[in-house]
Each structure stands twice: as structure tokens, then as C-alpha cells.
């Protein structure tokens, strides 16, 4: 497991930009998704904004895509002065809140990248959620040392 210690800096710091819609499932809205470039064989990141906007609460049970063998959800912990990943079962989602996952925060990892991520590009994500069903919606490729989603 890498440590994310610096980027757990640089996006506390981060101002958030005003979020995009790119696609609504059931009561819930998702947009900003947005990935990093990475090499074939490794493992990248995935993050997005999910808005709930009914009044039940719901869940992102999992994700998939064709460009990772797996994809897994992440959250960010303190151990003894360093950051650690580490994977959770489901991230809640409470009605009329939005969750960000954000570097620094929660987070999918593709694990198993088919492909490079090749900046510019769209990796199809399909996001599976308890209530809403499951929907597919495009992370934008951005450099990689990039902090946030691109305007
Ligand atoms: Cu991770």
C-alpha cells in the first residue's frame, strides 16, 4: 500500500470547484470524475462527486471497469503520524448530502490496469449502489500530478 500522506496535504488545501453534473441515477447525481495518467500493469485512482438528492439514504456498494482488473473502495486513516489506505465495504451516502472522494479522502484504486491511462481520455466506471441501481459514467484522464478535476 502507498502512503498518500502528500496528497492528503495538497487537497485539504485545495479549493473545491464548482461541480458539473454528468449523469443522475434514481436520486442521485454524479459528476467530476476524474482519474490520473498511469501505466499499464499498475494501480490508479478514481474520484468523483455522488449528491443525493432524495430523501433515504443510499449506498455505493462497488465499482467496475473494463480498463482495471478490479476496482476497490478506499478511505484514508491516521496510524501513528502516517496516512494509510485502506479498503471499505460501501461509502454511505445521506439523503440531500454529496460525497466527494477527493485525493486525500476516499477513493476507488484500479487495480490491474489493462491499458496506460493516457491523458485526455475517458475510463468508463461503473458505479453499483444499493438503492439506485448501478450507472456508468466517464473519469477524465488528467496528468499525473494532478489534484483536482479539470473546469
Ligand atoms: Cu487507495
Redesign the pocket.
Known amino acids: 500500500?502507498?502512503f498518500?500522506r502528500r496528497l492528503l496535504l495538497v487537497g485539504l488545501l485545495a479549493a473545491v470547484p464548482a461541480m458539473a453534473q454528468d449523469a443522475t441515477q434514481g436520486e442521485l447525481s454524479i459528476g467530476q470524475g476524474w482519474t490520473r495518467a498511469a501505466g499499464a500493469n499498475g494501480?490508479g485512482?478514481g474520484y468523483l462527486s455522488i449528491r443525493n438528492t432524495g430523501a433515504v439514504a443510499d449506498r455505493l456498494l462497488s465499482a467496475s471497469t473494463p480498463a482495471a482488473r478490479t476496482v476497490?473502495l478506499?478511505t484514508?486513516l491516521r496510524e501513528a503520524e502516517v496516512m494509510r489506505?485502506r479498503?471499505v465495504g460501501g461509502i454511505p451516502l445521506p439523503p440531500g448530502e454529496t460525497v466527494t472522494l477527493a485525493p486525500g479522502g476516499l477513493?476507488?484504486?484500479l487495480i490491474g490496469l489493462a491499458a496506460p491511462l493516457v491523458v485526455g481520455a475517458d475510463v468508463p466506471l461503473t458505479l453499483r449502489f444499493e438503492r439506485a441501481g448501478t450507472v456508468t459514467v466517464p473519469l477524465r484522464i488528467q496528468a499525473a500530478g494532478a489534484r483536482r478535476p479539470a473546469h
Open positions: 500500500m502507498r498518500h494501480t485512482v476497490e478506499h484514508m489506505m479498503p477513493h476507488l484504486m
